[in-house]
């Protein structure tokens, strides 16, 4: 762990506690008409942190909560609420983590870095997609291509905003909730809902 990525760990309890306090109801959007999706996530796939090809369909009964990730962001503590989530809710929610350096490169290392980094600061045994991008481009992940397309998700628009936005999918593949950087894992607003 770097000395920033220290003084993050550190902090971020603070972080988290000023985010709570101002609110985070522009950081929260939910499907509230239940729109259907016009295409199945379970359609698509992604290779893991390790290579393997992991189609979305072996979780179909599960919620899915899909993360992007970076190790350097001063949301990097999230790991740890997330690994708690994965461990709370193991039989009906799968948590999976998706590297990316599009936000002010703050994924510089290689997935055997990013994986080492994730198990040994923060105990993270979620799954964890390869590194890949998030935001439209050639390298963006088809998973977010996916989340923030109304034409493929049914209602939803919004790229992610930052690191550790979150996107909540039901057990048919209905997009529940997209949920800003700000608002933690371990909140009502997301916890709520699984």
């Known amino acids: 762990m ?3 990525q220290s003084f993050i760990k550190a902090v971020y309890p603070a972080i988290a506690a000023v985010s709570s306090w101002f609110g985070n109801t522009k950081n929260y959007r939910q499907n509230e008409a239940h729109v259907e999706p016009i295409e199945s996530i379970y359609d698509l796939s992604f290779s893991s942190i390790t290579d393997k090809k992991i189609p979305l369909h072996a979780f179909k009964g599960k919620k899915l909560l899909l993360v992007n990730t970076a190790s350097d962001c001063g949301f990097t503590p999230q790991l ?22 599009d936000f002010k490169e703050q994924e510089k290392g290689s997935d055997a870095e990013i994986e080492s980094f994730c198990k040994v600061n923060y105990g ?8 890949s ?23 939803n628009n ?6 550790f936005t979150k996107y ?27």
């Open 124 to 131: 993270v045994n979620f799954l964890m997609a390869k590194k």
């Open 80 to 101: 740890a609420d997330l690994q708690q989530l994965h461990e709370e809710y193991a039989g009906s929610l799968v948590v999976i983590g998706f590297p990316s350096n």
């Open 168 to 194: 909540l999918v039901d057990e048919n593949s209905i997009l529940v909730a997209v949920y800003g950087p700000t608002i933690s894992p371990q909140s009502k607003q997301l916890t709520n809902k699984l």
């Open 133 to 155: 991008g998030v935001l439209p481009g050639p390298a963006q992940n088809s998973v977010f291509e996916w989340l923030p397309q109304s034409s493929k998700n049914g209602w």
């Open 158 to 163: 919004d790229p992610p905003v930052w690191n």
């Open 2 to 4: 770097t000395l920033r």
